[in-house]
């Protein structure tokens, strides 16, 4: 007689269900699993195939194998076993709405962390962990529960061809790893949904963000936390200097209103950089560029160093590209940046991304620690493609064989050198901006089915 709560397929010697999943135990442990899902009340009461365990490995399995429908995920996580049919898309898509988001955004928080060491190249900045906060927009498909959660964006031309979610993350910019982040709709705006990552930024960060992220309040709070900032700020903003520095910066105060700077009530002491570009290839050559930072002291902080340092913000920029040109990009199956047509799976989805994200740059970070080089010369590209390639290669009959397919897909992974960056410079500029096609209108969704045939419809002239 089966035990209740248990899966029905067979299972191999490790009780693993999906066996050509193994591979990504090397980070994410079966115990943490079965740990999200016992938190979470997520418990099968009795024997079905598609149980919740299987079903957080199938959506962790689509963070990785992203280019593949879900039937065809399953089946490239569990062997062949002949006479053995492969759940319906339905079935397994009902067990995903059954599993829900909580257990995966749990086993997000228990797993994905900050990896840097003091002694990782560029993680650190005199003792500081370099953290990025940014936000990036990806387009959901357009179903009328997306358009209803997340809203479509809003112009002179109309709404939006998708609905749009907004997503605020917080990366640590030396190894590209998105530990924590925010989710909201295109009407959310990016100050609110980074305030709800401030209890998250590590103690001993310094926290790099673009101007749309300042404001008076979020800096009072960051600062009663004890952590550092290095900001860009906006070029409207005023500020009267209270004392110049030897390096050419100044000591300034922020105020929560102008009223508040009339008066000099409330203010908070903070350092002011200036610069120009004199570059004429370079954007914003001959702009005045301005960064904001409450590390007062210029001698251990000179603002030549701090104005390289904040380029290094650019690099949540890369992790968001990976995430959406390379691990998961738009297909002819797929063309919006996500897939599925619900909220509450359009959220699993993102939960399940950046899991799969994290268990690359993972393997990434000890790979490039094992050769003593620096991970930001890994192709992410090239690593997230051998980990595809070799994760149902994986032997895990016993510790031996496991451990072997893991230092050879190290091996492997350290081989994807690339060539540090160029001396380059990137436009903003796209090179196709206009369609002579009309554009798609509410009226042009949720078309009803036809009445009649086309035979039925035609009309002969004569």
């Known amino acids: ?18 066996d050509r999943l193994a591979g990504l135990e090397q980070i994410i442990s079966a115990e943490k699993v079965r740990q999200a899902l016992l938190f979470t009340g997520r418990v099968n009461g009795r024997s079905c195939v598609l149980t919740h365990e299987v079903m957080l490995w199938v959506v962790l399995a689509m963070g ?29 898509c009902e067990a995903r709405q059954r599993l829900g988001v909580t257990p995966v955004r749990h086993l997000f928080h228990s797993v994905v962390r900050p990896l840097a060491t003091p002694a990782t190249p560029g993680a650190f900045y005199r ?5 990025g906060c940014d936000g990036t927009i990806m387009d959901a498909p357009d179903s009328p529960g997306n358009a209803t959660a997340f809203h479509r964006a809003t112009g002179s031309r109309g709404e939006g061809a998708f609905p749009q979610v907004r997503k605020v993350s917080l ?16 009407q959310d705006s990016e100050q609110e949904l980074a305030e709800l990552l401030f209890d998250q930024v590590p103690a001993d960060a310094l926290l790099l963000e673009d101007r749309g992220f ?14 550092q900032l290095l900001v860009r700020i906006k070029s409207h903003m005023v500020f009267k200097p209270i004392r110049r520095l030897s390096d050419g910066s100044f000591l300034a105060k922020i105020y929560p209103s102008s009223w508040d700077r009339q008066k000099d009530r409330h203010g908070i002491v903070v350092r002011i950089i200036e ?28 603002a030549g160093e701090l104005i390289l340092l904040y380029h290094e913000r650019w690099e949540e920029e890369l992790t968001f590209d990976e995430q959406k040109t390379h691990q998961d990009p738009r297909r002819a199956t797929k063309p919006a940046n996500l897939r599925s047509e619900t909220p509450q799976g359009v959220l699993q989805e993102l939960y399940a991304l950046s899991l799969g994200h994290f268990v690359v740059r993972a393997l990434m970070f000890q790979a490039a620690s094992g050769a003593g080089i620096d991970v930001d010369r890994l192709s992410f590209t090239g690593c997230f493609q051998v980990l595809q390639c070799r994760l149902p290669e994986c032997e895990s009959r016993s510790v031996e064989t496991f451990t072997q397919w893991v230092e050879g897909l190290l091996w492997e992974m350290r081989q994807e050198v690339i060539e540090p960056r160029r001396n380059r410079v990137n436009p903003r500029v796209i ?23 086309f035979e039925e419809t035609v009309v002969m002239l004569n």
């Open 431 to 453: 090179k196709r901006k206009m369609s002579k096609w009309n554009k798609k209108r509410p009226e042009h969704r949720g078309i009803p089915p036809l009445k009649k045939r």
């Open 275 to 302: 610069y120009r570009l004199n570059d004429p290839q370079r954007t914003g050559h001959g702009e005045v560029h301005r960064l904001m930072t409450s590390l007062l002291d210029e001698t251990l902080y000179p």
């Open 214 to 227: 300042f404001s008076y309040s979020a800096w009072k709070k960051l600062m009663g936390r004890g952590l």
């Open 64 to 92: 990785i194998l992203t280019d593949l429908p879900i039937r065809q995920v399953f089946k490239h996580a569990r062997r062949l076993r002949v006479g053995e049919e492969t759940p319906e898309r339905s079935s397994l």
């Open 127 to 131: 003792g500081l962990r370099l953290v």
């Open 1 to 18: 007689m089966t035990r209740q709560g248990c899966c029905t397929l067979s299972a191999d010697d490790a009780g693993r269900v999906l």
């Open 171 to 186: 990366v640590e910019l030396g190894t590209h790893v998105e530990f924590a982040f925010a989710v909201g709709g295109w």
